[in-house]
């Protein structure tokens, strides 16, 4: 089992920062692809970025240029920069590993 604790939502104004954190533990014996996704009300969960265990990133079009995901391997811990936030961005942002675990989600709201 691999546990996910996520950290960093909160409240912004259009135009701000946050920088949202998630750390894995327990039975972690390689290093995964980590990644978040976010859902909105009434939405589906959709991709907003993933890095692989080479960190080879990817991003979903609407933050591309906006967000930047890093990893720390030896903190086993995933981050996701987001600059310029829009409205909507407006979401519960969950952390994965592996696409197997999922953190309890950390919600970002982002006011016009």
């Known amino acids: 089992q691999v546990q996910l604790v996520e950290s960093g939502g909160g409240l912004v104004q259009a135009g701000g920062s946050l920088r949202l954190s998630c750390a894995a533990s327990?039975?972690?014996?390689?290093?995964?692809?980590m990644g978040w996704y976010r859902q909105a009300p009434g939405k589906q969960r959709e991709l907003v970025a993933t890095?692989?265990?080479?960190?080879?990133?990817g991003y979903a079009d609407s933050v591309k240029g906006r967000f930047t995901i890093s990893r720390d391997n030896a903190k086993n811990t995933v981050y996701l920069q987001m600059n310029s936030l829009k409205s909507e961005d407006t979401a519960v942002y969950y952390c994965?590993?592996?696409?197997?675990?999922w953190g309890q989600g950390t919600q970002v709201t982002v006011s016009s």
């Open positions: 994965h590993w592996s696409w197997k675990y």
């Open positions: 327990g039975s972690i014996f390689s290093i995964n692809a």
């Open positions: 890095i692989n265990s080479g960190g080879t990133t």
